[in-house]
Structure formats: structure tokens, C-alpha cells
Nanobody, 118 residues
Framework: QVQLVESGGGLVQPGGSLRLSCAASGFTINNYVMRWYRRPPGKEREWVTG????????YYANPVKGRFTLSRDNAKNTVYLQMNSLKPEDTAVYYCNAYSTLNANDYWGQGTQVTVSS
């Protein structure tokens, strides 16, 4: 069974850090672009960051550039999102996505809540 399971969310004060993990099962992420999206309260889902299959390139949305770092460990079938200098506007449900450019398979996790508040 194909699954993406996010973990690491929670409540953090402004300026704090969290590290999200996305563990894949039922498939290997080696041939998948891995991305994170988020849905802030009352807003549409938005793209946050992405990393190529090999991990050579990463891309970030402007609001998180310089604060978030995406990495992948293909051997562990897991990606990590390090989030630093968190702001209240980072509050959202964060979703992990795996997309294959070979066959267009598109998998999503259930999401993990991140709340930044004092």
C-alpha cells in the first residue's frame, strides 16, 4: 500500500524551529520529485518547496526562502523539511507530495499541523 506519512508538526513560538519528516512506504522515492505544500487556515493550498529526484536542486516559495531547508534521504525513503525562524503566517497544515515525472504517479500524505503562536 502506497503511503506518505508526515510527522514533526506541533505548536511552536515565533522564531522557533520544527523539522517535518515525510516517510514513504509502498514505493521508493528515488524516481520522485518530492514537494511540500501547505494550507493556511481559511486559505487555498499553496506550494512551499520541492526537491529533484537526485536531490541536486531545491526550490522554495518566496515566503520561506532562507528559512526552510528541504532535504531527502533516498536510502531511508524519507524527506525532511527543516523550518527555522517560524512566523505566525507559517501556521498551516503541511502536506508531503511525491510526483513521478516518468509515469505521473502523484501521491499525497494526510498532512501535519504546524501552529506558530505565542
Amino acid at each position: 500500500q502506497v503511503q506518505l506519512v508526515e510527522s514533526g508538526g506541533g505548536l511552536v513560538q515565533p522564531g522557533g524551529s520544527l523539522r517535518l519528516s515525510c516517510a514513504a512506504s509502498g514505493f521508493t522515492i528515488n524516481n520522485y520529485v518530492m514537494r511540500w505544500y501547505r494550507r493556511p487556515p481559511g486559505k487555498e493550498r499553496e506550494w512551499v518547496t520541492g526537491i529533484t529526484e537526485s536531490g541536486d536542486s531545491t526550490y522554495y516559495a518566496n515566503p520561506v526562502k532562507g528559512r526552510f531547508t528541504l532535504s531527502r534521504d533516498n536510502a531511508k525513503n524519507t524527506v525532511y523539511l527543516q523550518m527555522n525562524s517560524l512566523k505566525p503566517e507559517d501556521t498551516a497544515v503541511y502536506y508531503c507530495n511525491a510526483y513521478s515525472t516518468l509515469n505521473a504517479n502523484d501521491y499525497w500524505g494526510q498532512g501535519t499541523q504546524v501552529t506558530v503562536s505565542s
